[in-house]
């Protein structure tokens, strides 16, 4: 079963930054596209990034574009999404998944959603 771990959430002020990390064990990352999805309070959850598996293109969602960066290292089977200029806004659990078929088709996510990393903006 493929299992992911969230970490790196807190409590930031408008403005600054956080960097999420999605670490994978059992299986290599690199196999899967990998998508960071959001759920706040009394919404949907959202997908608001993606990395493609085979040429290392990504895709964010227009409410994120330029502020968050979505990265993979394949050495410590991890992904991160770097997030700049937090708003708040952006206030929400954040999660990562296996998707399918890719990024740019996106729909299904495998496995079951992990706990999840909270991020709270706030000053």
């Known amino acids: 079963q493929l299992q992911l771990v969230e970490s790196g959430g807190g409590l930031v002020q408008p403005g600054g930054s956080l960097r999420l990390s999605c670490a994978a064990s059992g299986f290599s990352l690199n196999r899967y596209d990998i998508g960071w999805f959001r759920q706040a309070p009394g919404k949907e959850r959202e997908r608001v990034s993606c990395i493609s598996s085979s040429d290392g293109s990504t895709y964010y969602a227009n409410s994120v574009k330029g502020r968050f960066t979505i990265s993979r290292d394949n050495a410590k089977n991890t992904v991160y999404l770097q997030m700049l200029s937090l708003e708040p806004e952006d206030t929400a659990v954040y999660y990562c998944?296996?998707?399918?078929?890719?990024?740019?088709?996106?729909?299904?996510?495998?496995?079951?959603w992990g706990q999840g990393t909270q991020v709270t903006v706030s000053s």
């Open positions: 998944a296996a998707l399918g078929p890719d990024c740019s088709s996106f729909r299904y996510t495998f496995g079951s």
